[in-house]
């Protein structure tokens, strides 16, 4: 049946677990435009033979057209998820991907990845005016209780230099007491836990 | 949360990058052809010759049954699915609890509305077993999802129907912040989902 091949790349993003993304299925993809082709060639061809009079073809030409609106929208939806995904990904991972998730992207996707975080930077620099100093809107996703936490390290992390220029060395189960600003990154990383 | 990742919403409405859409439309409705289509018989794999004949009765996905038949032209003729006709239609208003709608479709609710638009007979009568349904269904899944802390819950939301789903685990997300918030937590600032499950996946590919 038509619109399988659409299909199955719709699928694949739907299985592939949150937080992750399949590789970018070029082939398919690829398959996908094939069949497409080949639909938009047979229809032009009767529709070209109901204009010269042969009767009958208008049904062909419907489940056609039909098919080939809705390997449209499977294309177009693929990309537009796993773009979506990706978006999610900058705040979630930062700016910088694991390089296993950036092995799974296409050209163009990297591209797209790369001119959303330069937006973003912009964006967040521009906040407050000129001299404002801008506002990192990736910080505080919860209200901010003290100035100061304490968290502990749950891997070995290396050294860490900190805003005053002091360097710390982030050892697995050493424990500091770190504005909270400079270590919110980390802790959404899973490189620190957060003590209450 | 500020981040731009609106899971639910987006989820729960239609629209035409929906993934969940697009697989509720690949639903099969059984049909008829009711005039030739010249040169597609290979869509059948038990029609003989190149045509398909008018009287053919197929299985086609929504979206094809929807393009082919509609005030304006009728190629084929649709016939409601096996899970929304009288029989089922039954069972489900003896007792809708028991049922696994997965099973009858993983998508029973949405697509029994797309369903709506063939203007059946019958289709009040659908409308009326889906609300029936989701009302009897709703009182248990909200229980269920409010007072399971930390317990495996596949045997419950595995008769689940998609929609169903997505409200289980709502709820189950509601009660989690409710026990962090009691327990003091709620400030407590963690880490982000997304990195847990790729860590985990990780050490799962590394063992």
Redesign the interface.
């Known amino acids: 049946?038509?619109?399988e091949k659409a299909?199955e790349l719709?699928?694949q993003?739907?299985r592939s677990?949150?937080?992750?993304l399949p590789p970018f299925n070029e082939d398919g993809i690829r398959q996908v435009l094939e069949e497409m082709r080949v639909l938009f060639e047979?229809n032009q061809a009767?529709v070209n033979k109901t204009v010269d009079g042969a009767p009958?073809?208008f049904?062909?030409v419907?489940?056609r057209?039909?098919?080939l609106?809705?390997n449209k929208?499977?294309l177009?939806?693929y990309m537009?998820?796993r773009m979506?995904r990706l978006?999610?990904?900058r705040?979630?991972?930062g700016s910088v991907l694991?390089p296993d998730?950036k092995y799974n992207l296409s050209e163009q996707e990297i591209q797209w990845f790369s001119r959303y975080n330069k937006s973003l930077a912009a964006y967040m620099r521009s906040i407050g005016g000129p001299s404002g100093g801008g506002l990192d809107?990736t910080q505080d996703?919860?209200?901010p209780?003290s100035l100061y936490?304490e968290v502990r390290c749950l891997m070995d992390h290396g050294e860490f230099e900190t805003e005053d220029g002091t360097i710390l060395l982030l050892k697995k189960d050493s424990q500091h007491f770190l504005q909270r600003s400079q270590c919110?990154h980390l802790?959404?990383?899973?490189v620190l836990e957060?003590i209450? | 949360?500020?981040?731009?990742?609106v899971k639910y919403p987006t989820r729960l409405r239609e629209n035409?990058?929906?993934?969940?859409d697009?697989?509720t439309t690949?639903e099969k409705v059984p049909c008829k052809f009711q005039?030739?289509?010249?040169?597609?018989g290979f869509?059948d794999p038990g029609a003989e010759g190149t045509d398909l004949a008018a009287g053919t009765a197929m299985e086609?996905?929504y979206?094809?049954a929807?393009?082919?038949c509609s005030r304006k032209?009728r190629?084929v003729t649709v016939e409601m699915p096996k899970p929304y006709r009288e029989g089922y239609r039954q069972i489900l208003s003896a007792d809708a609890n028991v049922v696994d709608l997965h099973k009858l479709g993983p998508y029973y609710y949405a697509f029994g509305i797309y369903l709506q638009s063939f203007g059946q007979p019958d289709a009040g009568e659908i409308s009326n077993t889906l609300l029936q349904t989701f009302s009897t269904r709703f009182r248990r899944i909200m229980d269920s999802a409010q007072n399971c802390l930390n317990e495996d819950t596949t045997a419950v939301t595995g008769k689940l129907d998609e929609l169903e789903r997505v409200l289980f685990r709502v709820g189950q997300e509601g009660l989690t912040a409710f026990h962090c918030w009691q327990s003091?937590?709620?400030?407590?600032?963690?880490?982000?989902?997304?990195?847990?499950?790729?860590?985990k996946?990780k050490r799962q590919d590394g063992d």
Not at chain 1, 17 to 20: C, F, K, R, T, V
Not at chain 2, 35 to 40: A, E, N, Q
Not at chain 2, 185 to 192: E, F, L, M, N, T
């Open positions: 049946m038509y619109g299909v719709i699928r993003l739907h677990p949150d937080g992750s047979q009767d009958g073809l049904p062909g419907q489940l057209h039909a098919a609106e809705r929208r499977c177009l939806a537009f998820n979506e978006r999610a990904m705040w979630e991972f694991p998730i809107l996703l919860k209200p209780k936490i919110e802790i959404r990383q899973g957060h209450l | 949360m500020f981040a731009p990742c035409y990058f929906s993934i969940d697009i697989l690949q005039s030739s289509v010249l040169g597609l869509l086609l996905p979206w094809l929807r393009a082919l032209r190629i003091g937590q709620s400030a407590k600032i963690v880490p982000s989902t997304m990195v847990t499950n790729y860590r996946r």
